[in-house]
């Protein structure tokens, strides 16, 4: 019989064996990214590791995001890499405590609203482009210790171990999903080297893991502004980039649980836990899609199994190293490229023709950039640029004007679409000032003016009617749209006209 209990998450049934095993697994996986971020970024693997625990057991507890897992990561590695070699660990401690002062600032003010801007089809491509990174990182275990690609029997060996490994994670599901199936193929495959004692990389063989608990210390640098001047810019670049990569993957995440998340509590949390990395002698980090979606597919959906995943890397760390450092890579190594395939949005290759052509070059860039510049943060930046501007250019060729004239010999201009920026020329356009009647009517009933573009335009139209004598007026102005002529009456001369649907808010605003 299951049993069931709430941790943190009032409102969820928790399946605690699931959690709990699936926490193990995802502790296993972080070990060799962890090391590997850290070489990167010219520190020391335990750095890393560290990195990981604080991060994963912070977020885990206070995280908006039940199930995902944080550590360290590629993305803050790459930022922080030239500032440890120019300077040294203890201004990359600094540098993390001042980010997550950062990314704690962020969430207070909820700007995690600000990822409804990113549009699907960037997120398709920061998917894809991540699954990417994650299958090709993979290739360096292929190569021996000199950087040289194997061959022989120990390639044809560590073939076999890695398909063996990718084979259960596949199967296993089909018949049993009682235990995570990725950690049965890295129990399975690590029995089958130690019983016939098969001569294969391992753990150990990238770095040592053995550590004591993370010491607690305020970073040893001169506390003086020109400090603060050389480690502001990293720091705030790391906390954009652990904030996009973070909040991203609690959208992945979202839509796999068909739940919500909370992005703001997640930024405060990221914050949070890159503070105390900081002070205990971590790298900070953010959200790693890869070991979330190991997790995530294990079936764990609560805190448990982030909170398992940190407190069993710890006692990996602490009393474990030996037998840890024993672990095939190639268990490990099939299990990421089981990631990766799952990562990516095959369903993506399917709105190629189907798609606006914008979507899919907006979807094929950020999959690019991702991909050949591993910085998940300007790829995701590229694409919302592109994306908004592509936007911009298909409503500025929608505003349309109806014209007629009435009884009185009034020309009206009703005008379609939105009255912006990238509009405004073709509003422009639209005009015959010349020829037209001594009094005009532009209708706003179906438009807008959206920005200081749209009311300039306005300003500038009505001064072209007043130099050949004659008058022209507003009308069906929304709300919004009288609120910023009226803020801006001061430096712009238009003539609003008193219409019976607005008559309130004209009233409002006069009073």
């Avoid at 022209?472 to 001061?490: F, G, Q, T, W, Y």
């Amino acid at each position: 019989m299951r049993k069931y209990f709430n941790l943190f998450d009032l409102s969820l049934k928790v399946d605690y064996r699931i959690e709990v095993l699936s926490g193990i697994t995802v502790a296993l996986a972080l070990i060799p990214e962890a090391v590997a971020f850290a070489l990167i970024a010219g520190l020391s693997p335990l750095t890393g590791l560290y990195a990981a625990f604080v991060m994963g057991l912070v977020t885990s507890v206070l995280g908006g995001r039940p199930g995902m897992i944080s550590g360290a990561t590629g993305a803050v590695a790459v930022v922080i890499a030239s500032l440890a070699i120019s300077h040294g660990v203890e201004y990359i401690f600094a540098t993390v405590v001042l980010a997550g002062i950062f990314q704690v600032t962020a969430g207070i003010l909820r700007l995690g609203k600000l990822m409804r801007l990113v549009p699907h089809p960037v997120i398709f491509g920061f998917v894809n482009g991540l699954a990417i990174i994650i299958f090709m990182s993979q290739f360096e275990q292929f190569k021996d210790i000199s950087g040289n690609w194997l061959t022989g029997s120990s390639l044809y060996t560590l073939l076999a171990l890695v398909l063996g490994t990718m084979l259960i994670i596949w199967g296993l599901p089909k018949f049993s999903k009682a235990i995570p199936a990725s950690l049965v193929a890295i129990l399975a495959v690590f029995g089958v080297v130690v019983g016939f004692n098969i001569d294969t990389k391992t753990v150990g063989d990238i770095a040592s893991i053995q550590g004591g608990f993370p010491p607690f210390h305020i970073p040893g640098i001169p506390f003086t502004l020109e400090t603060f001047i050389l480690i502001l810019p990293y720091s705030a670049i790391m906390a954009g980039v652990g904030l996009i990569e973070s909040l991203l993957t609690l959208n992945i995440i979202d839509e796999i649980t068909e739940t919500r998340g909370r992005g703001n509590k997640e930024a405060v949390a990221q914050g949070a836990a890159n503070i105390l990395s900081g002070m205990f002698s971590g790298m900070g980090g953010c959200a790693m899609i890869g070991q979330s979606l190991i997790n995530i597919s294990a079936g764990a959906r609560a805190r448990l199994s982030g909170i398992v995943a940190a407190v069993m890397l710890l006692i990996f760390i602490m009393f474990g190293a030996n037998l840890i450092e024993q672990l095939p890579m190639a268990a490990l190594t099939g299990l990421m490229i089981m990631v990766a395939i799952g990562t990516f949005e095959w369903a993506s290759l399917r709105t190629f023709n189907k798609m606006p052509k914008s979507d899919i070059f907006v979807m094929a860039m950020v999959t690019l950039v991702t991909a050949v510049l591993h910085n998940l943060a300007l790829a995701v930046i590229i694409g919302v640029i592109i994306a908004a501007l592509v936007f911009a250019w298909d409503n500025a060729k929608r505003i349309r004007a109806r014209k007629s004239v009435n009884e009185d010999g009034v020309k009206q201009y009703e005008i379609y679409g939105p009255l912006f920026f990238g509009s405004v020329i073709n509003f422009n356009e639209k005009f015959d000032v010349l020829n037209d009647p001594d009094e005009v009517i532009i209708d706003f009933a179906e438009s807008r003016v959206v920005d200081m573009s749209a009311i300039e335009a306005l300003n500038k139209i009505t001064e072209r009617y007043l130099k050949v004598g004659k008058k022209i007026h507003l009308k069906h102005l929304s709300p919004d749209c009288r609120v910023l002529l009226k803020n801006a009456e001061e430096i712009i001369d238009v003539n609003v006209m008193e219409d019976p649907t607005y008559k309130l808010v004209a009233d409002e605003l006069s009073s």
